[in-house]
C-alpha cells in the first residue's frame, strides 16, 4: 500500500454490507476530467497499473478514482461469498459518491466488464450520471466474465463446480489459488452483454495482447459485433501478455484515454 490511507463506503445493507476501500484524488481544477480505475479479478487498486495511471493523472491534472471490490486488497467481505452482482452494485457506488465531473472508465480484464457493466446500468437507472461517462478503456476485456470462465474449464473443474458448489482454480499469482463457485458462475448469467444488442453511445476503446492466455485475442475482438453501434477500436500488442504493465504497454494505455478525453474536448488541463 501506498503512503496514502483510503476512506471506506458502505455498500448494501443488514448482513450484505460491505466497507469498500477507495483512494480518490480530485482533478486539478474544478470541472476537469477524471477516471476511474476498475481492478482485475484478485488484483488490488495498488497494483503495477493502478500505480501508474496515479503517476500519470497527477501530472495532467485529471482526477483518479480506484477501489477494491469486497474480497479484494482493503474492503472487506469475503472473496469466496462474492458475486459480480456485488462488485457491480460497488462500482456503481464509488461512481456516484467518490466521482466528480466527466469520467473515463478504465477497466482492467474482470474491471473492463464491470466498466461495461457499471455504464449499461447507469444509461438504464441513472441518465443523468451515464452523461458523466466520456468513454471507456479496456485492457484485455473479459466481458462476460463467467462464460468466459466456464468456456475455459477443464470438465474436473466444472463437476466440482456443479457438484460440490466451488473449485480451487491455480494462479500464478497466488500459491493457494482462488475459489471458483456454483454461486458465481450462475449470479453472472444476468451480466451478459452477448445478444442483448446494448449500444455504449461513446467510444469502447481496447488495449489487448496477442499472447494473453487469460482473455484470447479472439474473445476481445468479437466484443466490437457483440456491441450495438461502432464504438470499438482495437490496439493489439503483437508480444504483449495479459497484464500489459510494461512501460510500452503503459504508454499505450495513456495514448489511448487521450484519444478518449480529445474525443470529448476534454483534455488535460
Known sequence: MTGREPQFITVGNGGSARRIATLAAPAGEPGAPGLMWLIGLKSDMVST???????WTAKRGLGY???????????????????ISDWLEES??????????????????????????????????????????????????AWDLTDLMWD????????????DGKWMRPSPYDPIGYPITRRFIEDGKAHVFKGAHFDPGRPVLV???????????????????????????????????????????????????????????????
Do not use: N
Open 207 to 269: 488495449l489487448q495482447g496477442a499472447e494473453d492466455r487469460d482473455v484470447p485475442i479472439a474473445h476481445a475482438r468479437a466484443l466490437a459485433d457483440v456491441l450495438a453501434g461502432d464504438h470499438v477500436r482495437m490496439t493489439e500488442v503483437a508480444d504483449g501478455e495479459h497484464r500489459l504493465s510494461r512501460p510500452q504497454d503503459l504508454d499505450k494505455l495513456y495514448a489511448l484515454i487521450e484519444d478518449v478525453l480529445a474525443a470529448s474536448r476534454l483534455g488535460p488541463v
Open 49 to 55: 497499473k493502478a500505480e501508474a495511471l496515479a503517476d
Open 65 to 83: 478514482t480506484r477501489f477494491d471490490y469486497s474480497g479484494h486488497g482493503r474492503s472487506g467481505g469475503d472473496f469466496e461469498a462474492a458475486t
Open 92 to 141: 456503481e457506488a464509488v461512481f456516484r459518491q467518490s466521482t466528480r465531473g466527466p469520467q473515463v472508465l478504465v477497466g482492467s480484464s474482470t474491471g473492463a466488464h464491470l466498466a461495461l457493466l457499471l455504464l449499461r446500468r447507469l444509461m438504464a437507472a441513472h441518465p443523468e450520471e451515464a452523461q458523466r461517462v466520456l468513454g471507456l478503456v479496456l485492457v484485455a476485456p
Open 152 to 163: 475455459q474449464l477443464p470438465e474436473d473443474a466444472r463437476r466440482a463446480i456443479l457438484t
